[in-house]
């Protein structure tokens, strides 16, 4: 059965790699929507908050209907989404009479299957019989990172080759992966938690003041994250003076780099070490890195802060969801699904305040940096006055469904 489930697992590692060409492709072209559609920064910003936006509000559905259906019809549909999204931003800026709404519609349309592949993902790696969760976890994670890495180097050299003005053709592209393992995913064995008796109910997790302290990291380290992921290629671009291959191959991808390895040496490590420690030293290096990329004098310096914002959102994500699964016992799928809800928040939160005030400080994204410097902070402070507990819930029951 293990190795029946090793499917499950590479299609859900295949699910984040998805879930990362939603998140960043579009990122790569926010000048391009900018110079050819005549976009403001705000406005594009708002792509940014509808996307996540959508997924927060998917996320909240979710806590209420993926236990009652199961787990496979929305893991397919989410795919089926994604591919239809991303495909819709190669037709629907030119079909419809205002380009930004054709551009709003098709991050919609893959929004809904990102939120549904953040909150299916992790609780069905969760699932599978396998040992160290939490390496396993951070290892599931890292695939975010390496299908971010992916996109931009692929990206990247496709514009070098073809020219930015084919964009629309690698769209295309980047739609049949989400395609295909939507095919994957709706023949792989899939076991999930059942809402037992003593299972957590969204209602009673609201009721907890160390859900709500959890909620808090999530959004933080969200916020943490996509500030400067959203805005790195553009930042590198216009803020830093460099060309756009050097600034997405040193901004963005080397953030997206050793964002992943920081994961992978968090699942090799993760059982000997304390994750509230280790989520106290990522929010201070956080912090040091926005000082770096902001204020930085030099382009170099600039992008290696950028870079080195990696290294310390790395651990975040992931290590807020395995907090969680520790101090919530029996939270199950409703717990996981709040979390990527508040994760979103943060999401849609840290890079929506880049652009609204990078926009009102005359397009300076230094100075919209400089203000997401706040979540970070936020994150560090909480952190110091939180104390880890064990199993604020009712035991998780150990009886599972298999569904073949």
């Known amino acids: ?126 699932a599978c019989p396998t040992t160290r969760k939490k390496a396993v976890m951070g290892l599931l994670h890292s695939f975010y990172c390496w299908g971010s890495v992916f996109v931009i180097l692929a990206s990247t050299g496709f514009f070098v080759c073809f020219g930015i003005e084919n964009w629309k053709v690698l769209s295309l592209l980047w739609a049949v992966i989400p395609l295909c393992n939507a095919f994957y995913c709706a023949f792989v064995p899939i076991r999930t938690m059942e809402e037992a008796a003593g299972s957590m109910k969204p209602g009673q997790l609201m009721k907890m003041k160390r859900f709500w302290v959890l909620v808090l990291f999530m959004i933080c380290a969200g916020a943490c994250e996509q500030s400067i992921s959203q805005w790195a290629s553009a930042f590198a671009e216009s803020g830093l003076g460099v060309t756009k291959a050097v600034g997405d191959l040193a901004g963005p991808c080397a953030f997206a780099v050793l964002m992943g390895a920081t994961r992978v040496v968090y699942a090799k490590w993760s059982e000997r070490i304390s994750i509230r420690t280790v989520l106290l030293c990522s929010g201070l290096l956080c912090i040091v890195s926005y000082l770096l990329a902001a204020l930085s004098p030099l382009p170099i310096l600039g992008l290696v802060g950028c870079a080195l914002c990696g290294v310390a959102v790395g651990v975040l994500w992931p290590g807020t969801f395995s907090m969680a699964a520790e101090e919530i016992r029996g939270g199950g799928t409703a717990m996981f699904a709040l979390m990527a809800l508040a994760g979103d928040v943060g999401c849609m939160a840290g890079p929506a305040l880049v652009g609204f005030v990078s926009e009102a400080a005359g397009n300076r994204l230094e100075i919209g940096i400089l203000a997401a410097l706040i979540f970070p902070v936020v994150l560090v402070l909480a952190l110091a006055l939180h104390r880890e507990g064990k199993g604020n819930a009712q035991p998780c029951s150990p009886g599972a469904k298999v569904i073949q």
């Not at 939603?22 to 790569?28: I, Q, V």
């Not at 940014?48 to 209907?65: E, P």
């Open 1 to 126: 059965m293990k190795n029946r489930f090793r499917h499950t697992i590479a299609a859900s590692f295949i699910g984040y790699v998805v879930q990362a060409i939603l998140n960043n492709f579009a990122p790569l072209l926010f000048l391009t929507f900018h110079t050819s559609y005549g976009i403001s920064l705000d406005k594009i910003a708002l792509l940014v908050t509808a996307n996540f936006g959508l997924q927060l509000l998917i996320d909240w559905l979710a806590s209420h209907f993926i236990d009652k259906i199961g787990y496979r019809i929305p893991l397919v549909v989410a795919h089926v989404c994604a591919a239809l999204g991303l495909a819709g931003l190669t037709f629907l800026p030119e079909l419809l009479p205002n380009a930004y709404a054709g551009l709003v519609i098709s991050v919609m349309t893959y929004a809904i299957g990102g939120g549904l592949i953040e909150v299916l993902v992790s609780p069905l790696v969760e």
